[in-house]
């Protein structure tokens, strides 16, 4: 694991910056649907193509 190249560190990141992201839109429609009941189809396909505000 010494020899990780830039290009594989990189792609780590990234990796792990999606995951968070995903585990971060999943916990949001938990608790939506927890306090609100099901939610409707537009709601889960906005949390799942959600991205970090700029």
């Known amino acids: 694991m010494q020899y990780i190249t830039s290009v594989e560190r990189l792609g780590r990141a990234k990796g792990i910056?999606?995951?968070i992201a995903k585990g971060e839109s999943r916990l949001l429609k938990r608790l939506l649907?927890?306090?609100f009941g099901a939610l409707p189809?537009?709601?889960t396909e906005q949390l799942s193509n959600a991205s970090e505000p700029a």
């Open 33 to 35: 649907e927890r306090r």
């Open 41 to 43: 189809a537009w709601a």
């Open 17 to 19: 910056t999606q995951g």
